[in-house]
């Protein structure tokens, strides 16, 4: 009896997610590194990514990232991931560098608007006319970019949609260079992430990808790069590789596979083909909940988001999710605001939960500038963040 009870609790969570899911993003979807797991993406998703799929990517450096990723894949694990221009022989139609002639190399190069006439062309070439996918991806150019310059890269997306509803569009966000939470890159990445949260768009989230190693742990706020390297003791100096020792770790062709993988380690090249074959299934129709299991739908869905925005004065938003993190229906969560001292600021969540994505204000106007921490609790789920208050 009491599995069986623990089995409906289980449905009933699932439905939960789901409504939640599509009531706050509607049609969109966020590839992050929660989706980087190959093991869970349903083999018939796949083969529907190979029918109904016609991607045209551009991209320089970085970017390859994806295909060098996705060819040491097809490498290891044969036919079922086999991907070229054309789709010939069953497998994925992905056209790699297919607007290099039409006057743009990625989002920032030669400048940042010629990729958006690049792809206006491109789509205007009926010799195109199947492509149903548009991905460019970034080399750099987030990291030295201003909210000016975000917002334009997000309104040329948007005008690109409004121009070819028939075709799906991929943001992204830039690369890792270091400069950890508080950098200007993340910053920017946040504003990325927003605007795809709150339009419901689609993003493969590059540099969440990489923040993270296969067993969940963080490291952007370890000042890591797009090289995998990080401070392992707070003094500033980026002293160890996450991907180099999960790699030692663990065994080559059987835990990941080998992959030249342009400024980086293997790892991260794997992480970014298993990312990008969900982002193919997902496309394809997949709700990247059927034929998944219970324990891998939760382990994808449980995250606290950086507040937006940050740096802030005097209000933020703080979004987290939660899934089911035991066999009970609802869950205790508590999200508290502490100074840098340890001592509790506010209490923004104190009360039984279930399933879902949730949002909330912070008002800081009653305190002082300077830099707070935000903790939420959740059942065995405890992590904290950093906000910073500009007056």
């Known amino acids: 009896m009491n599995k069986i009870v623990q089995f409906l609790q289980r449905i009933q969570i699932s439905l939960i997610f789901i409504l939640a899911t599509f009531t706050i993003y509607g049609q969109g979807l966020f590839v992050d590194?929660?989706?980087?797991?190959?093991?869970?993406?349903?083999?018939?998703w796949i083969d529907s990514a190979k029918a109904k799929l016609h991607i045209?990517?551009?991209?320089?450096?970085?970017g390859s990232q994806l295909i060098t990723g996705m060819d040491g894949l097809y490498n290891w694990q044969g036919e079922a991931y086999s991907f070229n221009n054309g789709g010939t022989n069953e497998a994925l139609d992905l056209h790699d560098y297919a607007m290099s002639n039409y006057g743009a190399s990625d989002l920032g190069n030669p400048n940042r608007?010629?990729?958006?006439?690049?792809?206006?062309?491109?789509?205007?070439?009926?010799?195109n006319a199947k492509v149903n996918v548009i991905i460019w991806s970034w080399c750099g150019?987030?990291?030295?970019?201003?909210?000016n310059d975000t917002v334009t890269y997000l309104s040329l997306m948007t005008s690109l949609e409004n121009s070819f509803p028939s075709v799906k569009f991929v943001y992204m966000t830039g690369h890792l260079d270091g400069t950890g939470l508080d950098g200007n890159l993340n910053q920017r990445n946040e504003q990325i992430r927003r605007y795809c949260r709150n339009n419901n768009k689609i993003l493969y989230d590059f540099?969440?990808?990489?923040?993270?190693?296969?067993?969940?742990?963080?490291?952007?706020?370890?000042?890591?790069?797009d090289n995998c390297d990080y401070d392992s003791d707070n003094n500033g100096t980026r002293d160890k590789n996450w991907a180099i020792d999960w790699q030692n770790s663990?065994?080559?062709?059987?835990?990941?596979y080998n992959c030249s993988t342009a400024h980086s380690q293997s790892l991260n090249g794997n992480l970014k083909a298993y990312a990008a074959w969900y982002l193919w299934?997902?496309?394809?129709?997949?709700?990247?909940?059927?034929?998944?299991?219970?324990?891998?739908?939760?382990?994808?869905?449980?995250?606290?988001?950086?507040?937006?925005?940050?740096?802030?004065?005097?209000?933020?938003?703080i979004q987290f999710t939660i899934p089911d993190v035991g066999t009970s229906f609802m869950k205790f969560v508590q999200l508290k605001v502490y100074d840098i001292l340890g001592n509790e600021i506010a209490t923004l969540v104190n009360e039984e939960k279930p399933a879902g994505i949730y949002e909330v204000n912070f008002d800081a106007s009653h305190l002082s500038s300077g830099i707070y921490f935000y903790k939420l609790n959740a059942g065995d789920f405890v992590v904290t963040k950093k906000m910073t208050l500009l007056r």
């Open 207 to 225: 540099a969440d990808i990489e923040s993270y190693c296969p067993d969940g742990l963080f490291y952007l706020d370890k000042l890591a790069n």
């Open 113 to 127: 608007t010629a990729w958006s006439t690049a792809t206006l062309d491109f789509l205007n070439n009926p010799e």
């Open 33 to 44: 590194h929660n989706c980087a797991k190959l093991n869970i993406i349903p083999s018939r």
């Open 56 to 62: 045209a990517y551009q991209h320089t450096s970085h």
């Open 141 to 147: 150019q987030v990291s030295s970019a201003d909210s």
């Open 281 to 317: 299934a997902s496309l394809a129709g997949w709700d990247g909940i059927t034929g998944v299991k219970n324990d891998e739908i939760i382990s994808r869905t449980f995250n606290l988001y950086q507040n937006y925005p940050n740096p802030f004065n005097p209000t933020t938003k």
């Open 250 to 256: 663990h065994f080559e062709n059987i835990d990941w």
